[in-house]
């Protein structure tokens, strides 16, 4: 089964993309937000997987496409409701991944009360870097991420700024949903959050680590 489900293509068939938001107290604070005792937590689909070397789309429904830089943690076997102390066992590695937001759709859901579905989980909503191995990354609460778009840089920050830690989060996670080899989890956006437009490139990394680059452009339906 390993031979044609490898990890390093796990966007190829990992089945659930798990978002967790508000979990950088500055970016909180940009959006205006409330910080909350418990993680905000939200899916998309595995169609939303856009793997380095195809494009970000921007539905037609949007005008103001926002990108959200996030380390991801890509789980390597199923746990349910497993505590804190094991969480790290389940883990295969990392990706750097970008939450697309519409963020003018949200601000409506959000006022109307509405799921976010909209907003986050379209197609091409989480382009994704190659796979890292747990092993290139001892501690990935000591990460440095970028993001630039059109050479500019819009976002920078550490993942040692994250109000709540990787092995609570997948706890909590599986405490409420069985996690499966292949899924991963977005452990939510450091500050500097802003949009992009159609022919806009993204360029973003995990410093000494891993990088990727894409290109902004609107579907052909």
């Not at 389940?90 to 990706?95: D, H, K, P, S, T």
């Not at 409506?108 to 870097?129: D, I, N, Q, R, Y």
């Amino acid at each position: 089964m390993a031979a044609t489900r490898p990890l390093s293509r796990f966007w190829e068939w990992g089945k659930n993309i798990v978002c967790v938001g508000r979990n950088y107290a500055d970016h909180v604070r940009e959006m205006q937000s409330a910080a909350l005792s418990e993680p905000v937590l939200f899916l998309k689909p595995s169609t939303a997987y856009a793997p380095e070397g195809s494009p970000v789309l921007v539905p037609a429904y949007t005008r103001n496409l926002h990108h959200e830089l996030e380390l991801a943690v890509v789980m390597g076997k199923r746990c349910r409701a497993v505590p804190e102390a094991a969480a790290m066992d389940y883990v295969a590695g990392y990706a750097l991944c970008l939450d697309m937001t519409a963020r003018d759709v949200q601000d409506e859901c959000k006022k109307k009360g509405l799921p976010w579905t909209l907003a986050k989980s379209f197609t091409a909503s989480c382009p994704v870097s190659a796979f890292v191995p747990k092993e290139k990354i001892p501690d990935p609460h000591n990460l440095k991420l970028w993001l630039k778009v059109n050479g500019e840089l819009r976002q920078e920050g550490e993942t040692s700024s994250m109000i709540f830690s990787i092995p609570y989060i997948i706890s909590y996670v599986s405490k409420i949903m069985t996690l499966e080899e292949g899924d991963i989890i977005l452990t939510g956006t450091p500050k500097g959050v802003g949009p992009v437009k159609e022919n806009d490139e993204i360029q973003a990394g995990i410093h000494g680590v891993v990088s990727m680059r894409f290109k902004v452009e609107k579907p052909e339906y």
